[in-house]
């Protein structure tokens, strides 16, 4: 969720970060990630691939992840609970749910690829 941590990492040789607020279990007084991806990837981008995760439940919100700057999302609880709901078909009916959601936000902004995403906010 650091700046600073995430330099160490690439320093390391590190090959990739999650910016992640562990689900917002562990300390709820945290930022954000929303409030610390586009920090993170604009000091590390081209050194260390940036994922980010927690709070995704939908579509939209894995847009504005990769638009912060993430090159990939990651999905914890919304998969299991569709998982929980439905067995395999509930957990891939999310799934599908999540990505038509992301085509539909795509279209209204006008856009055929994340990267133009990108472009726009910065
Ligand atoms: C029940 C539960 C246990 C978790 N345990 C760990 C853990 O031991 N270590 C860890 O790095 N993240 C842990 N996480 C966080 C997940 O790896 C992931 O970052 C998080 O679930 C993403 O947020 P989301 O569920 O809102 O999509 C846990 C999450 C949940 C829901």
């Known amino acids: 969720m650091a700046v600073k941590d995430a330099e ?4 390391l040789g590190c090959e ?3 910016v992640s607020a562990h689900g917002g279990r562990n ?3 945290l930022p954000a990630p929303a409030e610390c991806i586009q920090a993170i990837a604009d000091a590390v ?3 260390l691939t940036v994922l980010a995760d927690s709070g995704v439940r939908r579509g939209t919100d894995v847009l504005k992840y990769l638009a912060l700057g993430a090159e ?3 999905l914890g609880r919304l998969p299991l609970w569709g998982l929980a709901a439905g067995g395999e ?3 891939e009916a999310v799934l599908r749910m999540v990505i038509t959601e992301m085509d539909t936000a795509m279209a209204f902004l006008g856009a ?3 990267t133009e995403l990108k ?3 910065r």
């Not at 160490?8 to 320093?11: C, E, L, Q």
């Open 8 to 11: 160490t990492a690439a320093g």
């Open 16 to 18: 990739a970060i999650v």
């Open 27 to 29: 300390l709820d007084c």
């Open 45 to 47: 981008s081209g050194r």
């Open 72 to 74: 990939a999302v990651l």
């Open 89 to 91: 078909a509930g957990a």
């Open 112 to 114: 055929e690829r994340v």
């Open 119 to 121: 472009a726009s906010l």
